[in-house]
């Protein structure tokens, strides 16, 4: 239901301003023509993003200015504070930037895979894109590499990409709890069926024996019915 109380809009509006320091025009927009869905936002907003979880402030802050820099979100700036004042340096920010850049350019390493890899038998189209990434991520701790690219290869549909990323993490003894906490972000400014889709694919990836997966992880991708309303309606599967 709209609210019709200059007075309630206003409170509402000091409230989730007071919270985060900041506000969006959405945050108007949902306060006068949807309140409860405000309220459900920022509850759901809290806990993915304000709320301590398992990464630390620093690296919860470092994959989100990778998923903002690969999203183009130019309002989030926001978030830089957040990271300043989490220990980041400008000097560690730009080995991110770099990082990320490297991997949006994921989809010449996908060219050469499915196009062009008969006619060049001597690249190992996946290890030059490891030794690429290690040298794109040198200068950053490993697992904030890792979890950056994983979120952006989510942000970007890379699917091919992230599949290799989800391995080499796993290969690096990257916490699990990490990459869920990583993935998780990517669901506003990337979406949330990519995000969906991420899950899908981390999933097949511990069914299928790819990846050495935790018992509680292994528990959640042999949970039958996850395949949503076609799988529920005997329709085809996608």
């Given amino acids: 239901m709209a609210s019709d109380d200059p007075k309630d809009l206003s409170e509402r509006l000091r409230a989730i301003r007071a919270k985060r320091g900041y506000l969006l025009p959405h945050h108007g927009l949902m306060a006068v023509a949807a309140p409860d869905l405000l309220d459900a936002y920022d509850q759901t907003y809290t806990a993915l993003t304000l709320t301590e979880r398992v990464l630390s402030r620093h690296d919860h802050e470092s994959v989100w200015l990778a998923i903002l820099s690969a999203t183009d979100e130019a309002l989030a700036t926001h978030h830089i504070p957040k990271y300043r004042d989490a220990g980041g340096s400008d000097a560690e920010f730009a080995q991110i930037l770099s990082l990320t850049a490297f991997v949006l350019g994921f989809p010449a390493y996908r ?23 290690n040298a794109a991520a040198q200068g950053l701790d490993d697992r904030i ?13 890379a699917w091919d990409g992230l599949e290799w990323q989800l391995c080499d993490a796993y290969a690096r003894q990257v916490p699990e709890t990490e990459i869920a906490e990583a993935l998780s972000l990517t669901m506003f400014p990337g979406s ?47």
């Fill in 111 to 133: 060219f050469i895979d499915r196009h062009w890899q008969p006619h060049l038998p001597g690249v190992n189209v996946t290890a030059s894109y490891r030794e690429a990434f």
């Fill in 145 to 157: 590499a890792q979890l950056c690219a994983i979120a952006v290869h989510t942000c970007k549909a």
């Fill in 192 to 238: 949330v069926p990519y995000f969906v889709e991420a899950a899908a694919i981390w999933r097949r990836l511990i069914v299928d024996d790819r990846v050495a997966a935790s018992d509680a992880f292994r528990d959640w991708a042999q949970l039958s019915g996850q395949g949503g309303y076609d799988e529920a309606s005997s329709g085809p599967s996608s």
